[in-house]
């Protein structure tokens, strides 16, 4: 698990090879932020985000990405999936505003090259007994805010392309 901070109100996981050119400020705006929904749309980010700044844990689970007993059973909701094409072998996490500065990504992980689904199950740590310490932070044992299950593409997938991760409680 990795814990992984924005100030931006959303988490990415992210392709590298796809942001090599971004170099400051300038070019994130450029190559990132005015290009969200292609980004997405096209598999080189997928967006974690629940309109909220702060630092949150999050757990990356590769086929099979299945939740584990504990993350099951406080399991709020799953997104539909999103597209991750990989190219160059690695994925990052980090806040939006890291997109692009692998130095800023908490946690990286190879993959193989290849085309995968991606979905993100927000997990209610905090419900669980003795996830939180009396000062309402988490302890060290505590579940994951996030999972996100990482899957190769079957083929039948219709992938969300939203920047909101999670529709909305009706």
């Known amino acids: 698990m990795a814990t992984a901070v924005t ?3 959303m988490l990415c996981v992210w392709c590298p090879e796809y942001f090599r050119d971004v170099d400051g ?9 005015e290009r969200l929904g ?9 967006p974690v985000n629940i309109q909220s700044d702060g630092a949150f844990g999050v757990r990356v689970a590769i086929a099979p990405p299945d ?10 909701v799953t997104s539909e999936p999103y597209l991750l094409a990989v190219t160059g072998g690695e994925l990052c996490l980090s806040g939006i505003e890291g997109v692009g ?3 800023r990504a908490p946690l990286r992980v190879t993959l193989v090259d290849g085309r995968y689904a991606v979905r993100a199950t927000i997990v209610a740590w ?6 939180r310490r009396p000062a309402g932070n988490p302890t060290e044992d505590a579940l994951p805010d996030f999972v996100l299950q990482i899957t190769p593409e ?16 009706e």
Do not use: C, K, M
């Open 38 to 46: 292609d980004a997405i749309s096209a598999g080189e980010l997928v």
């Open 126 to 131: 905090d419900e669980e007994p003795g996830g």
């Open 101 to 103: 500065d692998t130095d």
């Open 154 to 169: 079957a083929g039948t997938e219709q992938y969300r392309t939203l920047e909101v991760t999670f529709d909305p409680p």
């Open 67 to 76: 939740l584990t007993e504990r993350e099951h059973t406080y399991a709020v």
């Open 25 to 33: 400020y300038d070019a994130w705006e450029t190559r990132v932020n």
């Open 7 to 9: 100030d931006a109100g």
